[in-house]
């Protein structure tokens, strides 16, 4: 076994950290406290700046202007960018613009690929990604409503979607839908399709009012619906009823993404907790961190975030070398390990922060609201549990439905 | 011991549960997705209703037109207002007036009666409370640098607070400030003064921004300066020196009041997560309310939350009883205990709602932000378990400091 | 409301917990660390101590020379002789025992009590109660193996029980066996009836190893088999087919008596957490107390303690005021909160202790063993938090199984 | 980052496995429920059947006939062997005679390598390790009284020692004592010194009452008495002063031991949650593996193990790499995360056995009682935590007294 960092990922690491503490980080506080109208030019000259220094696109290969890093290097990288939440859409590796970026990379036509993939990867437009339906318990994704039936040279999408993030300021949304309603296996039903969002029938019916805000752009959740919606079949993503197994291979590596942006959100939640802990005085020259709970917790978050990092990366070297359908348990214990510290170690940080925990002039409120939903979505921590328990208890000789 | 409810409070809660499910809680969906102009009319409308039916200021006596109940009955009422995040304001019963008006019938002169709990106790005015300061730790209240300095008949006030909740739109601020710097005693040195807002000298700085928002009017939390600002020494409340005797007093009903609307929350959050449950389909003829975990998460609920509801009850009987100095420990003991239990429930209960939970489309995601404060205002959780055990450890013959 | 206790109860309690303290505790030593013939003896001696001060068998009615308790007043008095693992045997009211009592009281006819009452109450036997049997899962008693067949005069009796509590040295055990395995309801095909251990075809297989012990005598738990065991129909305990509802009646005021006994147990948890912190120092100067961690500890077993005995005594309340049906909730709460609270208290004390925690010089390393199937019998946590919930999602038009 | 596991090691778990399951497993139930002299003669026969397999003293070099393997494949080893209580005394690496071999590999004379070493290493005889005073906090391990004073050739020693494990039956005790109080620095004034167990004035006053046993031979944890208790100084280990130091020293391969140990344990404990879950059954056809909760614990067992393993495995890889001193944040935090992990697996495991699991049937109940002690030894938890938080607190600028 061997736990070292190459060099050539620790520089990379630690020009993107120096990045972002003084040119992303100082965003915050009008991000945190403003419209985001006020944020959005400063930190589109950040954008300029980062494919300057040629850090655009760590995900990508160079041939789409990206850095070319594999999905172990990336994992780093995603750690490093998670300190800010503008970390990743500063360096164009924004969810879900990074996982469209993927699919299209993999399954994409040369057009499609030149439609769709070149002006995202150039950060030129940004795309979103319809999949849930609030009619349908999220944990289950097979189970959908939304059809695009063949009629002559198209699909007609009819269906009705939610928690479509970004979708308000999208080009187009990557749609799934069932084309193959008899297709024997539940699973092989659905597919995956181009929709312009420019496309008639196609519409952003509102953005989600999520934990007391609408939000706006990049920073919203959609309620779309499609209405006789018409796209050429051209537009289909890989083959037809592959719409499952394309979400699924992008699962590994987005998890690793966002686990790693997690740890990202816990290495600042916990230097934030550190440095308040020393320079609040309780009583002249008795600061905080002299109390026994507050080391406590320091150690403890201490402790989960290495734990949570070695089994995010150890889960990365899977992938990569046996494959997702082996690692499928890996992934699948990140999601509601990773997340089960995210959760411990943002509520420390501003317990210690008292009543400035709670205000907007630090980002731990932020995450505490909106990484609230990270044991939610791709599946509550519940349904993760279950079915990892099923695997391994079918080892042990017995089928156990979840 | 008997732990049966007069059937006259039961009568009360029944009318007042009514009225907060078919009148109150309509005017959610409003309040949570809209800017609350939106609101505050049918909110006025809603207050008018409530006076009509005799229900309103249930903590008054009814010489100020309330409803005349005793702490042991108010807590009740409390809790079935806590239903809904509007509905102690609905009842004129929302902190810090419902504080404020203890104190000036307390405490008050008759002028000050006149002048400022009579407006108050109509619901004409709002008020505000302004004691904690940016630059020292809550949990130590006596640790405070504003000072009120006679001049002539006047006392100048010049200071910096913050969290100064409803400052925003409030007639007058009841303000601590440190009149007697030279007392032996650390907590004689402050005093309680009424500063009108129209006073020169006083200025909101800003409203605060709290987990995303800065708020306004009532539901808002503002940062106040004092610069030399004169008020006449009429406005003294109680005796000079007395600022921390008369927080002390006001802290125990406070208590009460604030743990039976946490638990009034956690019943509506426990309601929420059994209504969902039930009509939530896995698949076909299988609700959600199906899993054991589920199942397990609403048994765990209703234990909590019966065990938070006796202690604060009993608190509250032994208040009354005993007074505030014997019930110490209790009045501590269910602030950590009930705003624990408070978190729990509500995380439980988004959970329970995957995505909708952390969406404005119920009051969840609402408390789930707000109320991470019940663990750190009044003094975060851990310090109040320092003094308890402080306390208990006296009995064994030790002094130890927290 | 009322939470205070009748002088009365104070009283007896304090006589109680001074003999206890003065007389019970003593003998803990020896108990812990020698084989149980050494303490026997001395415990005997106790006992008629106790007789003679008039304090024998406090659940039982004047008439059976107890001292008439009421099942609320019994509760104080089983939270005092919780604070020793020999304080409910001193004084005659040990599990199983008292619940057999309890049971003979109510349904045996006048020759039962006779025969086995009156010497049970006399502290000159004991027995024991043979329901759970090792082939079936212990939270569904209605699975049940066993039979009693009618032949003749008698029953003729073939079984497999385990956890037999203090089956060695039993007298005769109230053994729960199938005599209506027609009945349409489950539970009513069941019967409770008496067979004295010299009954041929009864045996006491082994006692079970538990915890590192065999055990014997009293503190043990027995493995028996009936194989054509022969008992005369009169030893049949109420009518036939009641069995389970007998057991049922007896489980309410069993589950207070374990409940405030575990209740007592968390107290002396507290008490030597506490008496040791103070005692041991860290430093010349610097007690263990002087820790946050120490401190905090002690104020959430303060919190907790408080919060579960309030629980039990409304359930006694509500189960002496409404009965037991209509308390079952309450009922299935107090097993698994106490439970959880005792588990919690009892780690935290051994912890505070350090290596001496883990020893038998105190009881603390007795209770962190013996005290933890109290989340598995009389059904594991588990089951009861879904009983509770298929109670109160009933209320929300849905069924579910558990 | 490479997380493979080298296939030489592969081999050697896997042959040792089938060991541990096939040979000592089946000596279990006798160990559990019988006095150790039923199960020593087997076990030997066990231990001489490792030495012909080649499998023994894993830890050694090949110079005192062992395996020779570095502290990493050692690692993977001794979590095998912690399958079984019995797993590393079969193979001759058991604390705290493995310590013991590494002090006298590490810093012994020849001639205390021939009289002391070499029998220890062929396992004829076995050795304690006599530190921790009952008088002083096991957590500050500088606070210590015993002395060792020279006179003549000598070493006068006298002290009063516990927690000596294994002392009964041991042929010598490495002894901590004050040779040189003076010395300015507190950490400097202790050394460690052979101690045979026959040399006069040593005496092992009694094996400790633990958990409800006295223990006996290796199984026992030991007080004992150094009273003018003379051996020559030639019995010194490493020079004067120097004990904290190699103690320091033995520490984190000691550690990586314990907690890969520790993680053998919960894999064991893990195998037998499942066995029993798919095998149990609630009715027919639906086992207890069919429950959520079941599944949730088994999914978050494995989950913690997971992360346990890989945060030992990279400060075992650390130690290696960057040395002990720069790797104290990570042997600290492995005792406590294990600890953590080990604690819950085993109840986890108990809760699904139900009354199977507090009998001594399975190992678990062993597990339970006798690892309680592993959030103690060593340094308890809290220490642990307040040790880490400290260190980093200092790269913020802040010393903090623990």
């Given at each position: 076994m061997d736990f070292s960092i190459p060099d050539k990922i620790k520089s990379i690491i630690e020009t993107i950290d120096t990045f972002v503490r003084e040119e992303i980080q100082p965003l915050e506080e009008d991000f945190l406290t403003s419209p985001i109208e006020q944020t959005l030019p400063k930190l589109e000259e950040k954008r300029k700046k980062v494919k300057d220094l040629g850090l655009w696109s760590p995900h990508l290969p160079e041939e789409y202007e990206?850095?070319?890093?594999s999905l172990n290097e990336f994992a780093h990288v995603s750690e490093t960018l998670g300190?800010?939440?503008?970390g990743h859409y500063a360096f164009n590796c924004q969810a879900p613009d990074v996982g469209n970026m993927e699919i299209l990379l993999e399954h994409g036509t040369e057009e499609q690929k030149e439609t769709y993939l070149r002006p995202l990867a150039r950060g030129e437009i940004r795309s979103c990604f319809a999949m849930t339906e609030p009619e349908f318990a999220g944990s289950n994704p097979t189970h959908m409503a939304s059809s695009a039936v063949k009629d002559g040279e198209d699909y007609v999408i009819n269906g009705h979607k939610w928690?479509?993030?970004?979708?308000?300021?999208?080009?187009f949304a990557i749609t799934m839908a069932i084309t193959n309603p008899d297709a024997e296996k539940i699973h092989h039903r659905a597919s995956q399709i181009i929709v312009p969002?420019?496309?008639?029938?196609?519409?952003?019916?509102r953005n989600i009012p999520v934990m007391g805000h609408t939000g706006e752009g990049y920073f919203s959740h959609g309620e779309t619906r499609f209405t006789d919606c018409r796209v050429p079949q051209s537009n289909l993503l890989g083959e037809e009823g592959r719409g499952f197994a394309i979400a699924q291979e992008r699962l590994g590596p987005g998890r690793i993404h966002h686990c790693m942006r997690w740890i990202g959100i816990c290495e600042r939640a916990l230097e934030l907790m550190c440095k308040y802990a020393v320079s609040r005085e309780l009583s002249p020259g008795k600061p905080l961190a002299s109390r026994q709970i507050i080391q406590a917790w320091i150690a403890e978050s201490r402790a989960e975030i290495n734990a949570a990092r070695l089994l995010v990366l150890q889960a990365a070297w899977k992938i990569d070398k046996e494959g997702q359908y082996a690692s499928r348990n890996e992934i699948s214990i990140i999601k509601f390990f990773v997340a089960g510290v995210l959760q411990k170690v943002v509520d420390r940080a501003i317990q210690v922060h008292g009543g400035l925990g709670v205000t907007d002039y630090t980002p731990l409120a932020y995450w505490f609201r909106h990484e609230r939903a990270a044991r939610i979505y791709d599946g509550p921590d519940e349904v993760h549990k279950a079915v990892i328990a099923r695997r391994i208890l079918k080892e042990y000789g017995v089928q156990t439905s979840i």
């Open positions: 990206g850095m070319g890093l300190r800010s939440p503008l928690f479509t993030s970004a979708a308000d300021g999208s080009a969002t420019d496309t008639p029938g196609y519409e952003l019916v």
